[in-house]
């Protein structure tokens, strides 16, 4: 007895791996934050971390929801976020104390001034990722979790931010300029950290863009459509492929072959494979595939004609190039096998890369257009291997009896039927008990007795006066047969699969064949349909089942926002900044080379409540200034300014936290999305943001 896989360790593996990631997050926001508010306001921002990670903890424990992949991916994608409250409400109060307010009042400035738009702002940022919760698929039910997680943690965080943050500012912040010190309020423009050189040019290029208003809308509107007409070039896939050593390889051998070819097959493979030093291990099933050790694997239905391999390589890279090893083997040495190998997936499991269904009334008409479609498959060079899951005739005994002989015997169809079915099939005569297992005791003739066809007609049937042969009273010959006929909606369905090369999506290269069938589509008779299949339709149904709940999402994003800017007017604006993450999304996508996945599409809905609460923040701010008896355009410029910081640290904490994900495969396109997203959405908003305002409140320029 030995060995073949320790799921346990992998899992622990896998864990291990997302804790080092979650550290580095950690890491990489403490640092951040030390370095951009200094000493004494990093401090207490790293102080709020482990709280808020401490009742995410609790949180999750309560929800029932375990450690795993899904669960502690949510923890690092929030950890740049949760940081995001503190930041404000910190840099608000560092702010006031240097500007000369008294610390009790500024610590009571900033949660009165911030606890309810940073509350609004973090459920909309929570709204932002629950589509991926109610969405009624297989995604839904892989990634649900991460609304719940996300949720605790952001909440987490805004109760810390407007708690304990304020409470340990006052503590160790402490003004750093004489005019604070001899008790002299200082205005914002006038604060020393915004005379900088920095501040000066964003000021100018500010003053600049709200010159040409008409300009640079026109242009953000371009460069939007243009990114939008550029994302239709991505590559597209499901979810991503595997990082496990495993690889499944599958046997089919001609449809009829016996089990005993099947298991000759399969062992010689075995033993080649064996003496590979790439290989660890071998796990060898006949007729019948693996059993599901793992979530995301998909059976094979039990045949005579099938066997599947559990090749464990002993890495990533000898997992590759065993699959090219054993697809060349099985060319050279077993002609008559078609083989397939797949690797473990991360998401929902698709059996072929490619997968196009060909439904028709008729067993013929199906055969035909599958036929059709496989020529066309044929010629597309990303093609490896193409089969049929039902297609191939198998030869089979056919008994065809005499209704006139029949009756001169005095028999009849059921009675000859059962006689056969006793005799090869067998019947259940009692049952034994060998524990507490009941085991049938089946009659039947021993095999060897009928395996020809002479010896078929020689099988007695009983009949009132004594027994007849079968030959006697029916005619016996060989006929090809469809062992199987797979239908779906009750019409005769054939799925036509295909391999593909590497660097290549399955997704991609199923659009690419339908658009290469056009002709064949175009000119289907009535009732006959051709379909995709496996992952591309999964893909389909993940993304509208994940949609299907965004319309509620806005509703309660806009919910939110109309209490709190109680304005349709800032709506609007704050609204319009929203689908400026699509660049950003875009281009990161295009710059890492990374398809766009179901994850990668939720991390762009997630990108939107992000992207609206620092809208509102900054918003918000402007209602401050000018209920300080700031002119209009005085309180954009100035808001505009105070607000640059937090809202680009928050932004980069946010980015950073999600650096330590683009190296897995599962959470790439998600992390990629998110931050490039968030990069570039926040650069843009904080110039289109003030040029939007001023247009639709008609605000006048300067001079």
């Known amino acids: 007895m030995s060995q073949v896989l320790n799921q346990p360790q992998v899992v622990k593996n896998s864990i291990n791996d997302f804790m080092v990631s979650l550290l580095e997050a950690i890491a990489i926001v403490l640092v951040v934050s030390l370095m951009t508010l200094g000493r004494k306001s990093g401090y207490v921002i790293s102080c709020c971390i482990p709280l808020v990670l401490t009742c995410s903890m609790v949180g999750m424990y309560l929800l029932g929801i375990d450690l795993h992949k899904v669960s502690l991916g949510a923890l690092v994608i929030a950890l740049g976020m949760l940081v995001d409250d503190a930041v404000v409400v910190v840099e608000m109060i560092e702010n006031k104390i240097n500007e000369g307010w008294d610390r009790i009042k500024a610590c009571s400035f900033a949660f009165e001034s911030c606890s309810k738009p940073l509350l609004t702002g973090t459920m909309i940022t929570c709204s932002s990722f629950m589509p991926i919760a109610f969405a009624k698929s297989n995604v839904g039910e892989y990634a649900g979790s991460l609304f719940a997680v996300i949720t605790v943690t952001l909440m987490s965080s805004w109760f810390i931010a407007?708690?304990?943050?304020?409470?340990?500012?006052?503590?160790?912040?402490?003004?750093?300029?004489?005019?604070?010190?001899?008790?002299?309020?200082?205005?914002?423009?006038?604060?020393?950290?915004?005379?900088?050189?920095?501040?000066?040019?964003?000021?100018?290029?500010?003053?600049?863009?709200?010159?040409?208003?008409?300009?640079?809308?026109?242009?953000?509107?371009?460069?939007?459509?243009?990114?939008?007409?550029?994302?239709?070039?991505?590559?597209?896939?499901?979810?991503?492929?595997?990082?496990?050593?495993?690889?499944?390889?599958?046997?089919?051998?001609?449809?009829?072959?016996?089990?005993?070819?099947?298991?000759?097959?399969?062992?010689?493979?075995?033993?080649?494979?064996?003496?590979?030093?790439?290989?660890?291990?071998?796990?060898?099933?006949?007729?019948?595939?693996?059993?599901?050790?793992?979530?995301?694997?998909?059976?094979?239905?039990?045949?005579?004609?099938?066997?599947?391999?559990?090749?464990?390589?002993?890495?990533?890279?000898?997992?590759?190039?065993?699959?090219?090893?054993?697809?060349?083997?099985?060319?050279?040495?077993?002609?008559?096998?078609?083989?397939?190998?797949?690797?473990?997936?991360?998401?929902?499991?698709?059996?072929?890369?490619?997968?196009?269904?060909?439904?028709?009334?008729?067993?013929?008409?199906?055969?035909?257009?599958?036929?059709?479609?496989?020529?066309?498959?044929?010629?597309?060079?990303?093609?490896?291997?193409?089969?049929?899951?039902?297609?191939?005739?198998?030869?089979?005994?056919?008994?065809?009896?005499?209704?006139?002989?029949?009756?001169?015997?005095?028999?009849?169809?059921?009675?000859?039927?059962?006689?056969?079915?006793?005799?090869?099939?067998?019947?259940?005569?009692?049952?034994?008990?060998?524990?507490?297992?009941?085991?049938?005791?089946?009659?039947?003739?021993?095999?060897?007795?009928?395996?020809?066809?002479?010896?078929?007609?020689?099988?007695?049937?009983?009949?009132?006066?004594?027994?007849?042969?079968?030959?006697?009273?029916?005619?016996?010959?060989?006929?090809?047969?469809?062992?199987?006929?797979?239908?779906?909606?009750?019409?005769?369905?054939?799925?036509?699969?295909?391999?593909?090369?590497?660097?290549?999506?399955?997704?991609?290269?199923?659009?690419?064949?339908?658009?290469?069938?056009?002709?064949?589509?175009?000119?289907?008779?009535?009732?006959?349909?051709?379909?995709?299949?496996?992952?591309?339709?999964?893909?389909?149904?993940?993304?509208?089942?994940?949609?299907?709940?965004?319309?509620?999402?806005?509703?309660?994003?806009?919910?939110?926002?109309?209490?709190?800017?109680?304005?349709?007017?800032?709506?609007?604006?704050?609204?319009?900044?929203?689908?400026?993450?699509l660049i950003g999304v875009i281009l990161g996508l295009f710059l890492f080379n990374t398809p766009l996945s179901v994850m990668a599409e939720i991390g762009a809905l997630a990108l939107v409540g992000t992207i609206i609460r620092n809208s509102t923040v900054l918003v918000d701010q402007i209602d401050q200034h000018l209920a300080d008896g700031m002119t209009p355009y005085q309180a954009v410029v100035s808001s505009v300014i105070v607000r640059f910081r937090p809202i680009m640290l928050t932004a980069l904490t946010t980015v950073l936290g999600l650096i330590p994900m683009f190296p897995s495969d599962f959470w790439r396109g998600l992390a990629i999305a998110m931050a490039a997203g968030l990069t570039v959405a926040t650069m843009i908003t904080l110039v289109i943001l003030p040029v939007l305002y001023c247009t639709v409140f008609h605000i006048p320029n300067e001079n």
């Open 162 to 581: 407007a708690t304990v943050a304020p409470t340990l500012a006052y503590q160790w912040i402490v003004p750093n300029n004489q005019g604070a010190a001899a008790g002299q309020k200082i205005a914002p423009e006038d604060n020393p950290l915004y005379q900088k050189p920095f501040y000066k040019k964003f000021r100018t290029v500010l003053r600049r863009a709200l010159e040409h208003r008409k300009t640079v809308l026109a242009g953000a509107i371009a460069v939007f459509c243009a990114f939008l007409l550029l994302g239709t070039r991505l590559t597209q896939e499901f979810f991503p492929a595997s990082v496990r050593p495993e690889l499944l390889v599958e046997l089919n051998l001609p449809e009829g072959s016996s089990l005993a070819a099947s298991d000759k097959v399969a062992r010689e493979l075995t033993d080649i494979v064996l003496k590979d030093k790439d290989v660890a291990s071998v796990s060898t099933y006949v007729g019948k595939s693996c059993p599901r050790f793992v979530l995301v694997l998909d059976p094979v239905l039990p045949r005579n004609n099938y066997a599947q391999l559990v090749v464990v390589a002993r890495d990533i890279d000898a997992r590759k190039r065993m699959e090219k090893k054993i697809t060349k083997i099985v060319e050279q040495q077993f002609p008559t096998v078609q083989t397939y190998s797949r690797s473990i997936p991360l998401g929902p499991p698709s059996p072929y890369p490619v997968m196009i269904r060909v439904s028709a009334p008729t067993d013929e008409l199906t055969k035909e257009y599958a036929d059709k479609l496989k020529q066309v498959m044929l010629a597309n060079k990303k093609i490896t291997m193409i089969r049929y899951d039902w297609m191939e005739k198998a030869p089979a005994l056919k008994v065809g009896l005499d209704d006139d002989k029949l009756r001169q015997m005095g028999l009849t169809r059921k009675a000859v039927s059962s006689a056969l079915y006793a005799e090869i099939s067998g019947y259940t005569v009692s049952q034994y008990y060998e524990g507490d297992q009941a085991i049938d005791m089946v009659f039947r003739l021993n095999p060897v007795d009928h395996s020809s066809i002479e010896e078929v007609g020689n099988l007695a049937i009983p009949t009132s006066k004594g027994a007849v042969q079968l030959k006697q009273v029916a005619d016996l010959g060989y006929v090809n047969e469809d062992g199987m006929i797979w239908r779906r909606n009750l019409k005769p369905t054939v799925t036509v699969n295909a391999g593909i090369v590497s660097g290549v999506t399955g997704n991609d290269v199923t659009h690419e064949i339908l658009d290469q069938s056009r002709t064949l589509l175009r000119n289907l008779p009535g009732g006959v349909t051709i379909e995709q299949d496996g992952s591309a339709e999964d893909s389909v149904e993940a993304t509208d089942s994940i949609l299907k709940p965004v319309p509620a999402m806005l509703v309660i994003i806009l919910v939110l926002l109309m209490i709190m800017l109680k304005d349709i007017r800032k709506l609007f604006v704050v609204v319009c900044t929203a689908p400026l993450g």
